[in-house]
């Protein structure tokens, strides 16, 4: 749908009154910044060609250039909201540094209005996001989903209190109803009665229709739900609940336009799907018509983050502080080797990568480790390594998760398990391994979602065998469902960082690729 540029607006001032009148809505929308605070180097895949993030354009991202477009549109726009979809914690080393403390300060600086509270936020721990939101988020921390008040732990009666399940917004006459709704399919073992960060689950059942009733009876217009929950998820709300009029969401990084237009079931309403993106790759601007609560119209404008963007000059003075403690610290412009082509975290046949195999030979080689087998999952690595230089902090950009090494003896079986585990999730993603491995070789069977022809340092799985794995602790813990790892009761946390030894090993090998280092090798070969 087009948005009608002739609609008369109301007039300002507040309480305006709007009934029988179209008005127009600015939605600035951002989700999964990462920690993207500073600009950064990347190769922009064909898809953000296509979306408008061309080559030769960086460094791309960086906060201060999402915040000059935010407050340019603002002032284009009467009634705006900026929502943000969530996970702007984790992804580069500012985070794992300052825990969040300079993302909260720097979106409450760009005039952010509400976030929902996703998994990364957590990243740190619950006790951290309590202590980040209410020292320094001047926005609303939203997620309906999460309940934190039957817990006793110390910080559950703050977050409580700092993370709202909706808020209403008053736009110059026409109220907007915001539900949150957090992620919590990537929340290590949320749904355990004794998870340790205290939280009681809420079904999108009960908590998308009872925050739409409390909203509409406080007189609200509109009702947008800020997803952190994913694009089926959010396609699928939009199906069933009929009191949401928008989706605003997030999760899985990627950025549509036009938006998704889904028909709810009930009503025949058409309900659109808006996502924009993550890295701080793009700002999105959603504009709507609206009459007497109905959607007549919209708009959508995606907006690149690249270097010809500006820097607005407050949140850039802001970051200066950080960026200096940070080379001051750790020297991030150090040079660790040096990259002959770009290094990819997803292997082109869908299986196995360049980065994925150095990771995982790195963990299994390393001294105090030299297990049979390794496997970690392939989402551990955030982003590929630009050719050239080789630096720190390019490293924590692909690597920031602060992720240790695990021990463990599974048997044949439990191995067989583990890949058939994999497998069925990579069948789910459009067959693109979700692991990646190493000592290990086997067929992705997406069609039927088993691994088959399993061959451990080159002979066959012996079913009644024992094998040492070294893996990482957030998969060892049952992250993103690994619960054949999570029961295993052999596991030893080494306290060795995947970071650090993965450093050692481009150290190591000072270029890459070389034969056998950093190459693909077709040890998971993906057939559909």
Not at 299 to 311: A, K, M, R, S
């Amino acid at each position: 749908m087009v948005l009608v540029a002739c609609v008369p607006l109301a007039q300002d001032g507040d309480g305006a009154d709007v009934t029988g009148q179209p008005v127009h809505l600015t939605f600035l929308h951002t989700s999964d910044i990462h920690s993207r605070l500073y600009e950064y180097e990347f190769t922009p895949s064909f898809t953000d060609n296509e979306l408008g993030l061309q080559d030769g354009l960086g460094p791309y991202g960086g906060l201060a250039e999402m915040s000059y477009l935010l407050k340019r549109e603002r002032a284009r726009s009467g009634r705006v909201l900026h929502l943000d979809s969530g996970d702007c914690f984790q992804g580069a080393v500012v985070f794992n540094e300052f825990s969040g403390e300079a993302e909260f300060r720097g979106l409450s600086l760009a005039g952010l209005d509400g976030a929902v509270v996703a998994n990364h936020e957590f990243d740190k721990g619950a006790s951290n996001l309590a202590t980040q939101g209410a020292t320094w988020a001047t926005f609303d921390l939203l997620a309906a989903n999460y309940d934190f008040a039957g817990s006793d732990l110390p910080f559950a009666t703050e977050l409580e209190d700092l993370v709202l399940p909706s808020t209403m917004y008053e736009l110059d006459g026409v109220r907007v109803g915001v539900i949150g709704m957090g992620n919590i399919s990537s929340l290590n073992s949320i749904y355990d009665q004794s998870n340790s960060m205290g939280i009681r689950v809420i079904e999108p059942a009960a908590a998308i229709p009872d925050e739409a009733a409390k909203l509409r009876a406080q007189g609200a217009d509109l009702i947008v739900v800020l997803s952190h929950l994913g694009l089926d998820d959010d396609i699928e709300n939009a199906r069933l609940y009929s009191d949401i009029d928008i989706i605003l969401g997030g999760h899985h990084h990627i950025a549509l336009d036009p938006p998704l237009v889904v028909t709810n079931e009930a009503t025949g309403k058409r309900i659109p799907v808006v996502h924009s993106g993550a890295f701080a790759k793009f700002v999105g601007r959603f504009d709507v018509v609206v009459q007497d609560g109905e959607v007549l119209s919209h708009d959508y404008t995606l907006f690149p983050v690249d270097n010809t963007v500006p820097e607005d000059p407050a949140v850039a003075e802001m970051l200066i502080e950080y960026k200096e403690q940070l080379d001051y610290e750790l020297n991030l412009d150090q040079v660790i080797g040096y990259a002959e082509s770009e290094l990819t975290r997803y292997g082109d046949g869908g299986g196995d990568s360049m980065l994925g195999n150095l990771s995982a030979e790195a963990m299994r080689l390393y001294p105090g480790v030299e297990t049979e087998i390794a496997l970690t999952n392939t989402l551990g690595i955030r982003a590929d390594i630009p050719a050239g230089d080789i630096t720190l902090d390019t490293l924590y950009n692909s690597m920031p998760f602060d992720n240790t090494i695990t021990t463990m003896f599974l048997s044949g079986r439990e191995v067989q398990e583990l890949l058939d585990y994999a497998t069925a999730r990579s069948t789910e993603r459009g067959c693109q391994s979700q692991v990646q491995v190493a000592g290990i070789r086997f067929t992705m069977n997406c069609a039927d979602a088993v691994a088959q022809d399993i061959y451990i340092n080159g002979a066959p799985l012996d079913q009644d065998g024992t094998y040492e794995l070294a893996t990482n602790n957030y998969i060892a813990h049952g992250g993103s469902g690994f619960e054949v790892l999570e029961r295993n009761t052999t596991q030893v946390d080494t306290g060795i960082s995947i970071r650090d030894v993965v450093k050692s090993a481009i150290s190591s090998a000072r270029t890459l690729p070389q034969a056998g280092v950093a190459e693909e090798d077709g040890r998971i070969l993906a057939v559909y």
